[in-house]
């Protein structure tokens, strides 16, 4: 029969144990609704470089290299094979704004949780692509109700397509996503903004392989695509919302000649989606 003080040590381990299950299951991956956009760290790998590959694996394709110390922005984790490095062992891998991976195992930053990366697309085949990138269409289905550089709007560098809210968007065209940000002027983006805050609110750009740079403006959420990723046109990348400078549920949308997309390479998105044989009321 055990003794008082044997009775209390093994209450002593259960309750250590517990901790411990407890203790792993904060680190589980959050879902993309209860994470933070992005985190900053830093590299530390002990004065060695640091492999950026294209997959979330050290045997995939190096996309580069990162020195000891250098600043990354992580928009999302994924699993992958288990690496132990300088800070920590780990299966997770970070997924960085320019598309790339690096093992979590040699990555200071805090302990904030992040979204899931999506599964990575197949890359299209050559045919593929160039038939796929000839295609354009209509972000969402919606009447223009506010048109490009109209006199009482001359720094409107797009078209509004007004829409109700969690309206689908989707991609103009086949192309790499860009960029994913917030931009407003106060507040946040997960609000709806107004004439008194400036900026696009949550916005997605795309560019193709000619060079033609597109812009979703005013949506919901954060944008369900990533920095890197490669889309087609018709696939959803978020939401309509009404974030930034906006009195109400709609996608601004912008064309641009090249990127980075500035008002200087501005086209008429209008004009352009109709040369492109795309319908707009």
Known sequence: MPT???RRRASAVAIAGLGLLVGGLATVTASPAEAASSVSGSVSTGGLVLNVRKAAKTGAQRAGTLQEGAKVTIVCQTKGNRVTGTVRSTDLWDRLTDGGYVSDAYI???ATKLPVCDPPRPSPSRSTESAAGAAWVLPVP???NSAFRTPQRPTHHGMDLA???ETPVRAAHTGVV???LCQVSIGTCDTDGGLTVGGCGWFAEIRDADGVTTRYCHLVRRPSVVPGQTVRAGDVIGQVGSSGHSTGPHL???VHTA?????ENAVDPF???KEKGVPVR
Not at 259 to 263: I, K, L, N, V
Request: aromatic fraction near 12%.
């Open 4 to 6: 008082k003080r044997n």
């Open 108 to 110: 200071k930053r805090p």
């Open 142 to 144: 919606a009447a223009m």
């Open 163 to 165: 829409a109700a809210k």
């Open 178 to 180: 860009m960029r994913v």
């Open 252 to 254: 601004h949308f912008e």
């Open 259 to 263: 990127f980075p997309a500035t008002p």
């Open 271 to 273: 004009l352009f989606l």
